[in-house]
Structures are given as structure tokens and as C-alpha cells.
């Protein structure tokens, strides 16, 4: 199968061809001539098996390809909404990059940056329109966004922009829209609320279930250390400096949790930053360069937060904790070993997380080989950088918290971490070395 026998335009395979694509994902093969078809598509696909592109590419044809006679030519034609600001902004980027030979124009909205960059986007006219619901809704009410024109309506990552609480800006969202539509309808799992969802959007939809991404990436392995609470920091601090991880994404279960693990990270010498939902999305961004660019070591992310980052070739993928729902499990893990590479997948599991990692393995269908706990010796943590506790009653404007976004601050107030930090830095900010789990 190639790009060729889909349908595509030349533009199109051109601009896929720039990409390094050489032949389509199974839900591009499956998703992309009946989106040209101009069918109602319900799709299980996760981050990581090219979804974006399986929406993305017939859908630039179709708005390319028919005149469009529309009344004041300023509204888009087709709306993609995404969950958060990072998967919009991703998509969007997929937009502009697989339309680059089209005379289409697009923009993303979403919340948590300044809003009339984006109305004045809206007011030149886009095509294509990616937005989170609420910036979006904020939009319509204050007038600069019309949505009587939208041909194509996707939702993207559907289970989670349910699992945020989006359910009742999705419904105003589509009482906003024409009722003559095409609608593509992307999630990983199927809930009965994504059942319900679908039911009332969707008309006859063809449906495409790819393969999970645990049957699919077996170039990533995946083990357990049977962990207490007490002994993951230290265990943790040791495998990374031990095996020399430079690029490593720890998982932790709440936003608190991940702010203190990205502190103790950094009083162990290693730069580890936070990325949640209560951060700025300055903060969000920075961090995400800096763990993409290779000078941050450690991002520690909530579920939600990770959710739709694009990150090639991740050596490693850490469960600090174990997620409550055993599917989120496999979109972790889905984050590393991608696009063929080789991953490593780690879980430190306590003794209270015993029935989650058994309900994982029953979702997975195999048992998940357990390790035995190196002997080492703890690594003393150079002091907090000060005493936090008015930082707990909300005193930093929402967004401080325990963590330091971008990692980059020298806890030099007691003496010793910044020479540890610089011996750290200096081993080569690259990830060239890739330890073994
Ligand atoms: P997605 O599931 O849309 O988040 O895509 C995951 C990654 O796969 C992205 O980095 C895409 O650039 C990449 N990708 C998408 N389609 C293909 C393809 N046909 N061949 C190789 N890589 C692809």
C-alpha cells in the first residue's frame, strides 16, 4: 500500500513525501479514502498510530478540491476540536505542514495565551480551524467565531476531552454547527459516554479500530520494580544516573505529585521539570523545548498533560506510579518506542498498586517481567531551595507550586547542587547514551 493508491492530491503527496513517509499507517490506509468518501468516520486510534494524518490529509483534500460558495467567506469550513492546548497546537502544526502546497489557511485557539492574536486570525478567515472547546466558546460568545459554516467537524481524542469534563462544551459547540456535516470521530477507548457521543453525531459511520499500541509496539519493553512508596525517589534518582538516561518521561498521578518528584529531581543534580495542567502555557512550552531539545533531562507529566505529545524516539518511559484506568497505561507507554525504536517502559509498582498492575497485564494479555531492585546507595539531595510552606496556600498566582518549570534554577542557596548540577549537565546534554532498563 502506498500514499499514491489512497486518492490523494499531488500537493498532498508531495507534502507527505517531505515528511519521510513512505507508505500510509493502518488507520491512514483504512481512514483516508473513506474520509475522501465524505463518510462519517468513527475511529479507535491512539497518539502515535498517525491518526493526525488520517484526518488531516482527506480533509485538506476535500476543502481544496470543491468550490465553496459561502456567504461572507470568513468562517471555517472544517473545526477540529482537541482536549488540550498542546494537541491542538500539534495539530495544527499537521495542518500546516501537510497543507503546505494548498491554498488553505488555518489557525489554532486555545486558552491560557492572549486571546486577539487569535481574533484577528479569525476576523483575516481560516479554512481550518483547531481549537480547545472552551477557547472556542469563548470566542463565539464574544462574536469572532462563526461556526455556520463548518463542513467537517473532528473530535479529537474524544475519550479524554469527556474525561476533562468537556461533555456540555461539545454539545453547545455542536448545536452551533450546521446539521449537513461530515463528522470524524477519533478515540482511543470506548466508554458508554463515547458510545452515547457517537450515536448522536455520528450518521451510519464507518468504523475503524487499529491496533493498540501494546500489540503494536513490541520494539518497546517493559518491565516492573516492585517498589514502596518510601524507595521510588531514590530508586529512580539511581536508574537514571546509573544508567545514564538523558531523555526520560516519569508519570506520576497527580499534579502535586509531579511538581514534588520534578523538585526532588533537581536536588539530586538532575534537570526535571513539571508539565500539568495548572502551568502556564509559557511554562508548558519551555519545558517541552527543553525535554525536546535534550537540555531537560526528566519531564514529569500527569496523564492529561502528556496527552498528545509528540515526541519521537523517547528511550524512556517511567511509571512513578501506575494509572488508575489500564488503558492510560498503554498511552504511556505508547510515548516511547515510536515509529520503530526501540523503548524502554518502567513501572515502580507498591504493594497498594498491586490489583492496577494486575489489571494492566489483563489488558495487555501478558504478564510484565518484574526486576529485581539493584542494591545502591541513596543519593543525598542537596537541601530544598526554601521553605515552602506559603507556597501551599496558592501565594504564586496559581502556578508555582513546588516545581521549578524549567528546572533551570540554581539551588545554590545551601552550597552544594550546582556543582553537581554542572558535573551532570556536562556528561552531554544529547541522549546519545541510552542505558538499559
Ligand atoms: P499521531 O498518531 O498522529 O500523533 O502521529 C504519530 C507520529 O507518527 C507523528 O510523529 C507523525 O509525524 C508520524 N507519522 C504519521 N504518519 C506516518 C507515516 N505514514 N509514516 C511514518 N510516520 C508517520
Not at 461556526?147 to 479524554?160: F, G, M, N, Q
Request: charged share 25%; net charge positive; proline share 6%.
Amino acid at each position: 500500500m502506498s500514499f499514491e493508491n489512497l486518492g490523494l492530491s499531488t500537493g498532498l503527496l508531495r507534502a507527505v513525501a517531505t515528511q519521510g513517509y513512505t507508505c500510509p499507517t493502518p488507520i491512514q490506509a483504512q481512514g483516508i479514502p473513506v474520509i475522501l468518501e465524505g463518510r462519517d468516520v468513527l475511529a479507535g486510534a491512539q497518539t502515535g498510530t498517525g491518526k493526525t494524518a488520517a484526518f488531516t490529509l482527506p480533509m485538506l483534500q476535500r476543502l481544496s478540491s470543491r468550490g465553496h460558495p459561502k456567504a461572507n467567506g470568513k468562517g471555517p469550513r472544517a473545526l477540529v476540536l482537541a482536549p488540550t492546548r498542546e494537541l491542538a497546537a500539534q495539530v495544527g502544526e499537521s495542518v500546516s505542514v501537510y497543507g503546505a502546497h494548498l491554498p488553505l489557511k488555518s489557525t489554532v485557539i486555545f486558552g491560557g495565551v492572549g486571546i486577539q492574536p487569535q481574533k484577528d486570525a479569525l476576523r483575516r478567515g481560516v479554512d481550518i480551524l483547531v481549537a480547545t472547546p472552551g477557547r472556542l466558546l469563548d470566542h463565539v460568545q464574544q462574536g469572532t467565531a462563526d461556526l455556520s459554516e463548518v463542513e467537517i467537524l473532528v473530535l479529537d481524542e474524544a475519550d479524554r476531552m469527556l474525561d476533562m469534563g468537556f461533555i456540555h462544551d461539545i454539545r453547545k459547540v455542536l448545536a452551533l454547527l450546521p446539521k449537513r456535516r461530515q463528522n470524524l470521530l477519533f478515540s482511543a477507548t470506548y466508554s458508554n459516554d463515547i458510545k452515547r457521543l457517537a450515536d448522536s453525531l455520528l450518521h451510519q459511520p464507518v468504523l475503524i479500530e487499529v491496533a493498540r499500541r501494546n500489540t503494536a509496539a513490541e520494539s518497546v519493553t517493559q518491565h516492573v520494580y516492585r517498589v514502596d512508596k518510601d524507595g521510588k525517589r531514590d530508586l529512580l534518582i539511581h536508574l537514571i544516573d546509573d544508567g545514564q538516561w538523558f531523555q526520560v518521561l516519569v508519570f506520576t498521578r497527580t499534579k502535586h505529585g509531579a511538581n514534588r518528584l520534578a523538585e526532588q529531581l533537581n536536588r539530586a543534580g538532575i534537570d526535571a521539570a513539571a508539565i500539568h495542567g495548572n502551568k502556564s502555557q509559557g511554562a508548558r512550552t519551555k519545558a517541552l523545548t527543553g525535554f525536546k531539545d535534550g537540555s531537560l533531562r526528566v519531564l514529569v507529566a500527569t496523564d492529561i498533560a502528556a496527552r498528545g505529545l509528540d515526541i519521537d524516539r523517547l528511550p524512556h518511559v517511567v511509571n512513578y506510579e501506575l494509572p488508575n484506568v489500564p488503558e492510560d497505561y498503554v498511552h504511556r507507554i505508547g510515548r516511547t518506542g515510536r515509529a520503530g525504536e526501540e523503548g524502554a517502559a518502567l513501572s515502580l509498582v507498591g504493594s497498594d498498586e498491586v490489583k492496577l498492575l494486575k489489571d494492566i497485564q489483563r489488558l495487555l494479555k501478558k504478564d510484565i517481567p518484574v526486576l529485581q531492585v539493584p542494591v545502591f546507595e541513596p543519593k543525598a539531595l542537596a537541601p530544598a531551595r526554601q521553605p515552602e510552606p506559603t507556597k501551599k496556600s496558592r501565594s504564586g498566582g496559581g502556578r508555582q507550586q513546588h516545581g521549578k518549570p524549567g528546572g533551570k534554577r540554581p539551588q545554590n542557596n545551601n552550597g552544594s547542587a550546582p556543582s553537581s548540577r554542572r558535573k551532570r549537565r556536562s556528561r552531554g546534554g544529547r541522549p546519545a547514551v541510552v542505558g538499559q532498563a
